[in-house]
């Protein structure tokens, strides 16, 4: 939930990817930087922005987006791309480049073959499902960190443990969940107090998870305690943008 409060939020936020401006991304004017995109992004890379979701492509705004930004937007660098975004109703930077990605995701999209467009749209249902999986495990991470709070604090009262060192006070950082969503491992930071690693170990492996499909096991980051999970395969669903 909080990823899709985060896009929803960030169209918004940028104005563009609309029912409004959707037209914009096939209009002429933007087929130069469009061409220009191609020849400067790796392969890899631009196969990664067409075996994209079209829902997810706001995910580009930061690092991919803030290029294309630097290159055309900001400073009024290209005058006619910026007149072309303002006489149709685009003034946020951030609208533009979205326009733009989006524009360069239709032109990688135009010419797949059926093949082509069957594996795609296969990889895409995999990436939709694993998203989705690992939102789900992140809430219930954090739900279930927060509901043993007291015992985690019993637990470090009886060690006489009430430093926030990290390596004697909320020592563990990390959580391996196996597809069947049993706790498979945790990680303590070095120099956790065995004792305590062992009464720890007992709460965390009472943990349960909704069981997944697509992965053998993920990771759990206890980012911050108790109440903020995350999922590491997530960084990888798209490799390189």
């Known amino acids: 939930m909080r990823n899709l409060e985060l896009i929803l939020f960030c169209l918004l936020l940028t104005g563009c990817a609309t029912a409004t401006h959707e037209n914009l991304a096939h209009d002429a004017a933007l087929e130069p930087y469009v061409k220009q995109l191609k020849k400067s992004t790796s392969r890899e890379d631009l196969n990664t ?24 937007i900001h400073g009024d660098r290209d005058p006619a791309l910026t007149t072309f975004f303002r006489t149709n109703g685009v003034s946020n930077p951030e609208g533009a480049s979205m326009v733009i990605i989006e524009a360069l995701w239709y032109d990688l999209n135009s010419n797949l073959t059926p093949a082509e467009r069957e594996a795609i749209d296969t990889k895409r249902t995999v990436i939709a499902r694993k998203r989705a999986s690992y939102e789900k495990l992140e809430s219930e991470c954090e739900r279930q960190l ?69 992965d053998e096991f993920v990771t759990l980051y206890i980012i911050e305690f108790p109440g903020f999970c995350r999922v590491a395969e997530r960084d990888a669903l798209h490799q390189g943008i």
Do not use: Q
């Open 146 to 214: 927060t509901k043993a709070k007291s015992e985690f604090e019993r637990c470090y009262r009886s060690f006489g443990l009430p430093s926030k060192n990290p390596v004697s006070h909320e020592p563990f950082f990390k959580l391996e969940v196996g597809k069947s969503g049993h706790v498979r491992a945790i990680v303590f930071f070095e120099g956790a107090p065995p004792e305590l690693k062992v009464h720890l170990t007992k709460i965390l492996n009472d943990f349960t998870f909704s069981a997944f499909v697509d």
């Open 49 to 72: 922005i067409r075996e994209m979701a079209k829902s997810e492509l706001v995910l580009l705004l930061h690092g991919y987006g803030t290029g294309i930004r630097n290159r055309w």
